[in-house]
């Protein structure tokens, strides 16, 4: 490729960016994970009932030892078929652990994806881990008394 000639690279096909908007859920709380929830959608279509579903889904893979709680704080972002859990680092609390799930519409399957393949965050995502990663920050630097982790968890991004 020549240095000047950017012909061969970036070229999408008919692929349009379409705008997306953000809603927060409130908390899932569980003995063991608190997480943040975030909906991320085409617009205003947001969808309470699938947001339900993804919280029913956590539960029960929390229950069940298949979401590791780490520190024990963290947040969840739920898009039209993906859900992104990313929990705080106990080991190295400056890290950030994501599992990512993907449900499949025809069969209502939902299956753990592996970010290798995937990546772990959308451009969408990536601004709500922004402002989780300023509020992680602050927490970080503060007494981490039970009244900073409810700042921690009182803060949610507004909108994309």
């Given at each position: 490729?020549?240095?000047?000639?950017?012909?061969?690279?970036?070229?999408?096909?008919?692929?349009?960016?379409?705008?997306?908007?953000?809603?927060?859920?409130?908390?899932?709380?569980?003995?063991?994970?608190?997480?943040?929830?975030?909906?991320?959608?085409?617009?205003?279509?947001?969808?309470?009932?699938?947001?339900?579903?993804?919280?029913?889904?956590?539960?029960?893979?929390?229950?069940?030892?298949?979401?590791?709680?780490?520190?024990?704080?963290?947040?969840?972002i739920q898009s039209t078929?993906?859900?992104?859990?990313?929990?705080?680092?106990?080991?190295?609390?400056?890290?950030?652990?994501?599992?990512?799930?993907?449900?499949?519409?025809?069969?209502?399957?939902?299956?753990?994806m592996d970010i290798n393949?995937?990546?772990?965050?959308?451009?969408?995502?990536?601004?709500?881990?922004?402002?989780?990663?300023?509020?992680?920050?602050?927490?970080?630097?503060?007494?981490?008394?039970?009244?900073?982790?409810?700042?921690?968890?009182?803060?949610?991004?507004?909108?994309?």
């Amino acid at each position: 490729m020549n240095a000047n000639n950017f012909s061969e690279i970036g070229n999408l096909g008919d692929f349009r960016l379409e705008h997306q908007r953000v809603k927060n859920y409130g908390l899932l709380i569980t003995p063991s994970l608190v997480l943040k929830l975030y909906q991320i959608t085409k617009q205003s279509e947001f969808e309470p009932k699938q947001m339900e579903e993804a919280k029913s889904f956590l539960e029960e893979e929390i229950k069940r030892y298949k979401i590791e709680p780490l520190t024990g704080m963290g947040f969840a972002i739920q898009s039209t078929d993906m859900l992104n859990v990313v929990r705080w680092d106990t080991e190295f609390p400056i890290l950030m652990k994501n599992n990512l799930y993907q449900k499949f519409t025809k069969t209502n399957i939902i299956q753990r994806m592996d970010i290798n393949e995937l990546g772990p965050f959308c451009i969408w995502e990536d601004t709500i881990v922004g402002h989780e990663r300023i509020e992680w920050i602050k927490y970080l630097k503060s007494n981490r008394t039970d009244m900073d982790k409810k700042i921690y968890f009182s803060s949610f991004i507004k909108k994309l």
